[in-house]
């Protein structure tokens, strides 16, 4: 019952966001009767943080078990490993972005928490190889934060998009094809653009 209602919230929080959300729709879309949240969970709030948790727990759970594979690799094999593990991810769990869009529209103690337990540990994965990379001169002297937010938009608006990219294109954002297809682009795309350029 409660990964019902977690699952439930999650998706109710991802569409209307945290303040339009109603907990009688969750039970509703959970099939258990509305005290049976507060069983559960103590405020709408906490479980809006077990839901945005459950948004992310794939990529962690990935992390954890490819992390050891990065160790053996070069900055830049690593750094492409690492964006190809975020686009699948993205293409997978549309729902963690759009949990985080819904927080930066109304900044607050919730993006506050979003940051500090779920966007900074995954940043932190990345941020070192990047360093790593331009202190051994294979990754020219890039702006990180401009890079992080530039992968991000990259892959996040396109496996969002697709109400615009169908009839702009005919193509189906969520098929496999087109998800390969993307996370070849972005991989490409982003690895060549920092690779360090001969004098």
């Not at 439930?8 to 966001?17: D, I, M, N, Y």
């Not at 005919?170 to 360090?196: N, S, Y």
């Amino acid at each position: 019952m409660r990964d019902r209602i977690v699952a439930a919230a999650l998706q109710e929080f991802a569409v209307v966001g945290f303040e339009a959300a109603s907990v009688l729709r969750i039970a509703t879309a959970a099939g258990v009767h509305h005290p049976h949240i507060y069983y559960y969970f103590r405020s709408k709030e906490e479980l809006w943080r077990e839901a945005s948790t459950r948004a992310f727990a794939p990529i962690f759970e990935r992390v954890g078990i490819e992390s050891p594979k990065l160790l053996d690799l070069g900055p830049i094999e690593a750094c492409e490993h690492a964006i190809r593990t975020f686009t699948r991810f993205s293409a997978e769990n549309p729902l963690a972005a759009l949990i985080v869009t819904r927080e930066t529209l109304n900044p607050g103690s919730r993006l506050d928490w979003l940051t500090e337990h779920l966007l900074a540990p995954l940043h932190q994965i990345m941020v070192p190889l990047l360093e790593h990379g331009m202190a051994v001169g294979l990754i020219r002297p890039i702006p990180i934060p401009h890079f992080m937010q530039a992968m991000v938009g990259a892959v996040v608006s396109f496996f969002n998009s697709g109400a615009a990219l169908r009839p702009l294109y005919d193509i189906d954002p969520l098929a496999p094809e087109t998800i390969e297809r993307h996370v070849d682009f972005i991989a490409d795309l982003l690895i060549e653009g920092i690779k360090a350029r001969p004098a």
